[in-house]
């Protein structure tokens, strides 16, 4: 192989990648623009041959150092000014090794857990010739009918922002140029979890006010956090699409934040600008784009093709074009490609044998981290932990599901890594003397047309493959399961691709098989304990009335079934807590806690008449943002302040103290929340602002504090204006967003 040798100037970036420019062709400058994805459309002797020219600035989707290798060297050795490319991958949560799904992770309330998986995944994609994902997705969602809430950190702008600084410093770690860290691109911006009716690539239609205060804040976050990168949204804001809107991207993005890095259009979204209404041809959606702000062009041939004569016609300034160009060659240079194309890919003599090897996993710390990711919603009469040394019957179509126990975008993971709940189990019981049953019991789903579109997007194999035996035949091998234990575990909820990009749901039910399976099983008077894994909030009323104890795990990933083993029998207690609230029906939708103030709210326990609520059943949530139960119990003692008042530039402290006063050793999240009761405008009825998470032995009592500031109580007002108004402000300190104590103080 021909050596690389780096460029002299190095030492100067700016005035390297200037003097680069500078050198650079009309068509040097517009190929570095392309990030194409390597698939079938384009053979692999042309994709060298595109690089080797020029033409080609990044690619996505191969993911072996070995795959890598030849099209680097086709930039950095062939190409007339030797710059490299980059090579990026949608790596959501985990790359060889799967983390559980974003939800699963925010459930963790443990930053460090967050940063860990993150830091795991970046130098599994690193060693694998990686240099940049698309993530984190920091999109805030109040609508779980939508498929991506899976990848996403849920409804709080707090909590989502916290996990998206943790998950930028994961990715990047100390620096970008660090051979073990890839480029973090924050998505999508902006407001795509907002999207009407939950569908994904929908329109949002939202306030400005409503836009800085609960939207914007988690991606302004990540840019704070020194994320590389910005995926554009594929969603219109106010009539205009994402990808050209020059008020997202230039007056806001770069203008008011300040932001200097790449931003990236989503896949083929700058032709799709044809189909929003806003270009007539491609012509005008590669003008519309480039002046917009999109740097990188995804997954089209619309900039190679609509730029060179737009530019030379002056209808596109070339100085727009060498902008974009400028952020493409810094993000290169930040990733120390210029210094060394192959810092990640390496030399060839270092690649694996085999690429997917047991031994490149990280099993213990994806084991860890799942543990912290699942919630406790209900546990009656002791019905958790279970006893190894117990006759238990494991049925369900999740309880043996290594492909969907992953969820959606697992990256490079391998299902016959996972490991199942029926496995996690098996070897649980196995050195106790207990004894385990399973029995399939249902299909996810007995819908012909839900399969077949579930399977359309796998081509190299179906992920939901149907047991053929009659309904009545699988319900009936499970109840007999059940008739001979002791206890009756009832993995359920959703396949991976029900909850994916592209799958909004019209219901938050599980699935009508599955119900079935569950009817049959509480008849037989066995205690029930439901295992769900699913990628949304659930409308989970009859399992709430009937179950015994339900788990909630999410996905959880390869190690996932013996992290979920290890919260079943009792090895480990259960703290997570939820990210986001569970409404008890598809009809409350949008349910959120931290909703604004109203002229005439429902209050419990009062007549309902000319007040905000749906008269057909109970009113809130069925679990609120925040909840998650222990095998503990925990007290909390009425919130202290240090301070009645708060004078400006100054702090208070707000505490309690929390005392574990059951029987084991356990977690919990204290949370903080702000209530700000007479504003210029409507506020939340609250707002998250601070949260703890700590660990107490039996009988232990530990003081939490809080210090409470300005920052505290700053919003956007109508004038976009961030304030914090004087007068009165009301403290709540409490272990979820609805079981409370609070105190008031007064901002002068």
């Known amino acids: 192989m021909q050596r690389y040798v780096p460029a002299p100037g190095l030492e100067n970036k700016a005035a390297f990648i200037d003097g680069l420019i500078a050198r650079m062709t009309l068509d040097e400058k517009i190929g570095q623009l392309r990030l194409i994805s390597i698939g079938p459309e384009m053979t692999k002797a042309r994709i060298y041959d595109e690089i080797a020219a020029g033409r080609i600035g990044a690619t996505f989707n191969t993911v072996t150092s070995a795959e890598n290798r030849p099209l680097q060297e086709a930039a950095a050795l062939r190409s007339r000014l030797r710059i490299p490319v980059t090579f990026a991958y949608d790596i959501v949560h985990g790359h060889r090794t799967i983390f559980p799904i974003g939800l699963g992770l925010a459930s963790s309330w443990d930053m460090e857990v967050v940063r860990q998986s993150a830091r795991v995944a970046a130098a599994e994609a690193a060693a694998d010739g990686i240099d940049m994902t698309f993530a984190p997705m920091v999109d805030i969602s109040r609508d779980p009918r939508?498929?991506?809430?899976?990848?996403?950190?849920?409804?709080?702008?707090?909590?989502?922002?916290?996990?998206?600084?943790?998950?930028?410093?994961?990715?990047?770690?100390?620096?970008?140029?660090?051979?073990?860290s890839i480029m973090a691109v924050a998505k999508h911006f902006a407001l795509y979890g907002a999207v009407e009716g939950g569908r994904d690539y929908n329109t949002v239609d939202m306030s400005p006010m409503r836009m800085y205060n609960d939207y914007l804040p988690p991606y302004r976050a990540a840019i704070e956090a020194g994320a590389g990168g910005v995926m554009v949204a594929l969603n219109s804001i106010n009539g205009v699409p994402a990808t050209s809107n020059t008020w997202l991207l230039r007056d806001l993005l770069r203008g008011q934040w300040g932001f200097k890095g790449l931003t990236v259009s989503d896949h083929g979204a700058i032709t799709e600008l044809m189909q929003h209404g806003?270009?007539?041809?491609?012509?005008?959606?590669?003008?519309?784009?480039?002046?917009?702000?999109?740097?990188?062009?995804?997954?089209?041939?619309?900039?190679?093709?609509?730029?060179?004569?737009?530019?030379?016609?002056?209808?596109?300034?070339?100085?727009?074009?060498?902008?974009?160009?400028?952020?493409?060659?810094?993000?290169?240079?930040?990733?120390?490609?210029?210094?060394?194309?192959?810092?990640?890919?390496?030399?060839?003599?270092?690649?694996?044998?085999?690429?997917?090897?047991?031994?490149?996993?990280?099993?213990?710390?994806?084991?860890?981290?799942?543990?912290?990711?699942?919630?406790?919603?209900?546990?009656?009469?002791?019905?958790?932990?279970?006893?190894?040394?117990?006759?238990?019957?494991?049925?369900?179509?999740?309880?043996?599901?290594?492909?969907?126990?992953?969820?959606?975008?697992?990256?490079?993971?391998?299902?016959?890594?996972?490991?199942?709940?029926?496995?996690?189990?098996?070897?649980?019981?196995?050195?106790?003397?207990?004894?385990?049953?399973?029995?399939?019991?249902?299909?996810?789903?007995?819908?012909?047309?839900?399969?077949?579109?579930?399977?359309?997007?796998?081509?190299?194999m179906p992920e939901v493959v149907q047991d053929q035996r009659p309904a009545e035949a699988m319900i009936a091998e499970a109840v007999e399961a059940a008739r001979q234990s002791d206890a009756v575990v009832a993995a359920v909820g959703e396949t991976r691709g029900m909850s994916h990009e592209s799958s909004s749901r019209t219901s938050l039910e599980i699935p009508a098989s599955q119900r079935a399976l569950?009817?049959?099983?509480?008849?037989?008077?066995?205690?029930?304990?439901?295992?769900?894994?699913?990628?949304?909030?659930?409308?989970?009323?009859?399992?709430?009335?009937?179950?015994d104890a339900i788990l909630e795990t999410w996905y959880t990933g390869t190690e996932g079934g013996h992290a979920i083993s290890d919260v079943l029998f009792g090895d480990v207690n259960p703290a997570g807590k939820l990210p986001i609230t569970f409404p008890r029906s598809v009809g409350q939708i949008p349910q959120y806690y931290n909703h604004l103030r109203i002229g005439r709210p429902f209050t419990e326990g009062q007549p309902g008449n000319y007040t905000s609520q749906y008269f057909e059943e109970p009113n809130g949530p069925l679990y609120p943002f925040g909840y998650g139960r222990s095998y503990t119990d925990f007290s909390v003692s009425d919130v202290a302040l240090s301070a009645d008042t708060l004078e400006r530039g100054g702090t208070l402290s707000a505490s309690v103290a929390v005392k574990n006063t059951g029987q084991r050793a356990g977690a919990t999240v204290v949370q903080l929340y702000i209530e700000d009761p007479a504003a210029s405008v409507a506020r939340p009825v609250k707002e998250l602002k601070g949260f703890r998470k700590l660990m107490l032995q039996p009988g232990e009592e530990q003081v939490v504090r809080f210090a409470v500031g300005e920052e505290q109580l700053r919003f956007f007002n109508a004038r976009l204006e961030q304030v914090a108004e004087p007068g009165r402000f009301n403290v709540q300190i409490g272990l979820d967003s609805r079981d409370v104590k609070q105190r008031s103080f007064e901002l002068r």
């Open 146 to 180: 939508w498929g991506r809430m899976s990848e996403g950190f849920g409804e709080d702008p707090f909590l989502v922002s916290e996990i998206a600084r943790a998950s930028v410093r994961g990715l990047q770690g100390d620096s970008l140029a660090a051979p073990d």
């Open 278 to 460: 806003v270009a007539g041809d491609p012509r005008e959606a590669a003008r519309l784009a480039v002046e917009a702000g999109v740097d990188l062009s995804m997954a089209d041939s619309i900039y190679l093709e609509q730029l060179p004569q737009l530019v030379r016609s002056g209808t596109v300034r070339e100085q727009t074009l060498d902008a974009a160009v400028r952020e493409v060659l810094g993000t290169k240079y930040d990733l120390g490609l210029f210094h060394d194309p192959f810092r990640r890919i390496g030399d060839a003599a270092r690649d694996p044998a085999d690429a997917d090897a047991e031994e490149r996993l990280h099993r213990a710390e994806a084991r860890a981290v799942a543990r912290e990711s699942m919630v406790l919603l209900e546990n009656r009469n002791g019905a958790l932990p279970l006893r190894k040394g117990a006759r238990i019957a494991l049925v369900g179509p999740l309880a043996d599901a290594p492909i969907d126990i992953m969820g959606s975008w697992s990256a490079s993971g391998k299902f016959k890594h996972s490991v199942t709940l029926l496995q996690g189990m098996r070897e649980a019981v196995a050195a106790q003397g207990g004894q385990l049953r399973h029995a399939r019991g249902a299909n996810a789903t007995d819908d012909a047309r839900i399969v077949e579109y579930l399977n359309f997007m796998n081509w190299d």
């Open 518 to 547: 569950l009817a049959a099983l509480k008849a037989t008077g066995k205690p029930l304990v439901l295992v769900l894994m699913n990628g949304r909030p659930l409308a989970l009323g009859w399992e709430r009335d009937n179950a």
